[in-house]
Nanobody
Framework: QLVESGGGLVQAGGSLRLSCTVV????????VAWFRQAPGKEREGVSS????????NYADSVKGRFTISRDAAKNTAYLEINSLTPEDTAFYYC????????????????????WGQGTQVTVSA
């Protein structure tokens, strides 16, 4: 399973680091991603990282503010989020592609077969 942590309440302009730790799975994933979902909105792909070549992708709304990374030794992926705005308020989910082998668009939820339970990020004005 994937276990997220690091969410919380932060003031606008602040920063958080979200973590996504793999528990109980020994196979290496092909790609890891972060999604978010705000109330009344669809789940949105925020960022992804492909393990084979380190390629990263970001949604336009977060480019320059969010950074995805991975520590293979700790089996943990991270999302560093800076310059937060109230529009970043959402439930943030970690997702991994274990058996889909990188097929599909990075920002599509259908491109991932394992999901974490999510962590809430709330940004106050």
């Amino acid at each position: 399973q994937l276990v997220e942590s690091g969410g919380g309440l932060v003031q606008a302009g602040g920063s958080l680091r979200l973590s996504c730790t793999v528990v109980g799975i020994t196979k290496r994933y092909h790609r890891v991603a972060w999604f978010r979902q705000a109330p009344g909105k669809e789940r949105e792909g925020v960022s992804s990282l492909t393990t084979s070549d380190g390629r990263t992708n970001y949604a336009d709304s977060v480019k320059g503010r969010f950074t995805i990374s991975r520590d293979a030794a700790k089996n943990t992926a991270y999302l560093e989020i800076n310059s937060l705005t109230p529009e970043d308020t959402a439930f943030y989910y970690c997702a991994a592609d274990y058996f889909l082998e990188g097929r599909g668009l990075w920002y599509s939820p259908n491109s991932y077969d394992y999901w974490g339970q999510g962590t809430q990020v709330t940004v106050s004005a």
